[in-house]
């Protein structure tokens, strides 16, 4: 049986206002100039620069919310231009146009560079190729199917089943696979193809004929799983070759691009500049900490829209328009206030939470050795400046800091805790470091498993299940001893 009835509970939630304040927080500099920008152009109460003469207390808009109904009949409508307060922001564009040239003068434009896609550059070489109409229209889908390595990750049977119920065009496997082949002869070579065995030898026998070559084409056609795996002896046994011979073979192969599209596809990308948000220097022997001078504009609010609040504060009589304006004009007010408010707040929580990091890693700050970085959380510097892990979480996720040896993401200095052989805690950083140097120690023709891993460092004091090697060797971005034999 349903029922109802009433139940209290108390339970926390965070206002619109703590909301936005944590998405500023979390904004790095650019991203927060941009929502800066956005701001300023939708609310024209908010100015840039600094408020000469004005003194910045003399608003507060929580005078103004006690304005009375009852006072609506003592008013002038003339007393406040509603076309002034709601229009005055959108200027004309004949306005801010001007020539200076003169009827004699050359108009010259600005070149700008117009870079053609991945994919359009592939269109582009098939015209070249005559082909009849719904070839052509095949081939173009193939097109389409390349992904920005390159690669056709979709076997034949389903491209014509896409091309059947997509395109309305009805036909086979075989014909595909043909117009496959016009595929493969565009450039960069390789591309098209449908794993990095077919990459490979689309590669190679487009290479001029050598011996070396030879012996490539028959090891990635014939023998590719042996070569994936490093397996040498076997394939110098197969090939009756020598050791110096396979070499030559093998630096033709190492030679090749295993991603074709990539060359062509990055090009196309936007390059982003990472901007530092701080900066640490060392002086006279002591750190020194700034905040990027873009994250601490100076915004004011605008000091016609306090006037025009004023003027409707000194007016006897209130109509219902007026009273509409004044709505407006209020919560433009309330929202630039706020949003300075919350900018000064962003700068302090930023200063506050990268100083601490900066003294809790001071060490490496001063000395630049990564092996001297403290383990440390998020609730480590959380604790220290009294904020919230989260709060913290946003400082350090996306916020880069430059330093005497370059420029970090902060969130790099976070690290847990080990204890080595001596008892004391070490950071899982130092440990990474220590692993990543040993491995580019090691005799590459007979590189360290990860058990022998686990047993040098265990000699240097600091003991390590392999599981735990194989962690950090994975999250080095280090392959396995297998992958790391060269000959």
């Given at each position: 049986?349903?029922?109802?009835?009433?139940?209290?509970?108390?339970?926390?939630?965070?206002?619109?206002?703590?909301?936005?304040?944590?998405?500023?927080?979390?904004?790095?500099?650019?991203?927060?100039?941009?929502?800066?920008?956005?701001?300023?152009?939708?609310?024209?109460?908010?100015?840039?620069?600094?408020?000469?003469?004005?003194?910045?207390?003399?608003?507060?808009?929580?005078?103004?919310?006690?304005?009375?109904?009852?006072?609506?009949?003592?008013?002038?409508?003339?007393?406040?231009?509603?076309?002034?307060?709601l229009?005055?922001?959108?200027?004309?564009?004949?306005?801010?146009?001007?020539?200076?040239?003169?009827?004699?003068?050359?108009?010259?434009?600005?070149?700008?560079?117009a870079p053609?896609?991945?994919?359009?550059?592939l269109?582009?070489?098939?015209?070249?190729?005559?082909?009849?109409?719904?070839?052509?229209?095949?081939?173009?889908?193939?097109?389409?199917?390349?992904?920005?390595?390159?690669?056709?990750?979709?076997?034949?049977?389903?491209?014509v089943?896409?091309?059947?119920?997509?395109?309305?065009?009805?036909?086979?496997?075989?014909?595909?696979?043909?117009?496959?082949?016009?595929?493969?002869?565009?450039?960069?070579?390789?591309v098209?193809?449908?794993?990095?065995?077919?990459?490979?030898?689309?590669?190679l026998?487009?290479?001029?004929?050598?011996e070396?070559?030879?012996?490539?084409?028959?090891?990635?056609e014939?023998?590719?799983?042996?070569?994936?795996?490093?397996?040498?002896?076997?394939?110098?046994?197969?090939?009756?070759?020598?050791?110096?011979?396979?070499?030559?073979?093998?630096?033709e192969?190492?030679?090749?691009?295993?991603?074709?599209?990539?060359?062509?596809?990055?090009?196309?990308?936007?390059?982003?500049?990472?901007?530092?948000?701080?900066?640490?220097?060392?002086?006279?022997?002591e750190?020194?900490?700034?905040?990027?001078?873009?994250?601490?504009?100076?915004l004011?609010?605008?000091?016609?829209?306090?006037?025009?609040m004023?003027?409707?504060?000194?007016?006897?009589?209130?109509?219902?328009?007026?009273?509409?304006?004044?709505?407006?004009?209020?919560?433009?007010?309330?929202?630039?206030?706020?949003?300075?408010?919350?900018?000064?707040?962003?700068?302090?929580?930023?200063?506050?939470?990268?100083?601490?990091?900066?003294?809790?890693?001071?060490?490496f700050?001063?000395?630049?050795?990564?092996?001297?970085?403290?383990?440390?959380?998020?609730?480590?510097?959380?604790?220290?400046?009294?904020?919230?892990?989260?709060?913290?979480?946003?400082?350090?996720?996306?916020?880069?800091?430059?330093?005497?040896?370059?420029?970090?993401?902060?969130?790099?200095?976070?690290?847990?805790?080990?204890?080595?052989?001596?008892?004391?805690?070490?950071?899982?950083?130092?440990?990474?470091?220590?692993?990543?140097?040993?491995?580019?120690?090691?005799?590459?023709?007979?590189?360290?498993?990860?058990?022998?891993l686990?047993?040098?460092?265990?000699?240097?004091?600091?003991?390590?299940?392999?599981?735990?090697?194989?962690?950090?060797?994975?999250?080095?971005?280090i392959p396995?001893?297998?992958?790391?034999?060269?000959?």
């Amino acid at each position: 049986m349903l029922k109802q009835f009433l139940n209290l509970k108390l339970s926390q939630k965070l206002s619109p206002q703590q909301i936005q304040l944590m998405k500023l927080i979390q904004l790095p500099t650019q991203a927060f100039e941009q929502r800066l920008l956005e701001e300023m152009n939708e609310n024209p109460a908010l100015e840039a620069g600094k408020e000469d003469d004005y003194e910045k207390d003399e608003f507060e808009t929580e005078d103004y919310d006690d304005y009375d109904d009852a006072e609506a009949d003592r008013i002038e409508a003339d007393d406040i231009n509603i076309d002034d307060y709601l229009g005055s922001d959108d200027i004309p564009d004949y306005k801010t146009q001007v020539n200076n040239y003169s009827d004699d003068d050359e108009e010259r434009d600005m070149p700008f560079a117009a870079p053609i896609s991945f994919h359009q550059d592939l269109i582009n070489q098939l015209n070249t190729f005559i082909l009849e109409d719904e070839d052509r229209q095949i081939a173009e889908f193939l097109v389409g199917s390349i992904d920005d390595m390159g690669y056709i990750r979709r076997s034949i049977p389903d491209i014509v089943d896409d091309l059947a119920f997509t395109q309305g065009i009805y036909t086979d496997e075989k014909n595909v696979d043909r117009l496959l082949h016009v595929i493969h002869e565009l450039e960069p070579t390789g591309v098209g193809a449908r794993d990095l065995q077919e990459c490979l030898l689309l590669q190679l026998k487009h290479k001029t004929p050598t011996e070396n070559i030879a012996i490539a084409i028959d090891i990635i056609e014939n023998q590719f799983d042996a070569f994936t795996k490093k397996h040498y002896e076997k394939l110098i046994q197969k090939y009756n070759v020598s050791s110096e011979q396979l070499k030559k073979a093998i630096h033709e192969i190492e030679k090749l691009n295993p991603k074709p599209g990539s060359s062509l596809a990055g090009n196309n990308r936007v390059t982003e500049n990472i901007v530092p948000d701080f900066a640490i220097r060392i002086v006279d022997g002591e750190l020194e900490l700034t905040l990027n001078g873009r994250n601490a504009p100076s915004l004011h609010v605008s000091k016609d829209y306090q006037e025009m609040m004023q003027t409707y504060k000194d007016s006897r009589d209130k109509s219902t328009q007026q009273k509409e304006a004044v709505q407006f004009i209020k919560q433009k007010l309330d929202s630039a206030k706020w949003f300075i408010d919350a900018i000064r707040q962003r700068q302090e929580t930023l200063f506050v939470t990268m100083n601490a990091i900066m003294h809790y890693q001071e060490e490496f700050f001063l000395d630049g050795d990564e092996t001297k970085l403290k383990p440390m959380i998020l609730k480590d510097i959380a604790d220290l400046v009294g904020l919230d892990i989260s709060t913290v979480s946003r400082v350090a996720n996306s916020k880069y800091v430059e330093t005497p040896y370059g420029t970090k993401l902060i969130k790099e200095f976070f690290s847990e805790a080990m204890m080595n052989d001596q008892g004391e805690e070490v950071s899982t950083l130092e440990i990474k470091k220590i692993l990543k140097n040993t491995i580019e120690e090691e005799d590459k023709h007979k590189p360290l498993p990860d058990d022998q891993l686990a047993e040098i460092l265990k000699e240097k004091g600091y003991p390590i299940a392999r599981r735990t090697i194989a962690k950090y060797r994975e999250q080095l971005d280090i392959p396995v001893a297998r992958m790391r034999k060269k000959m």
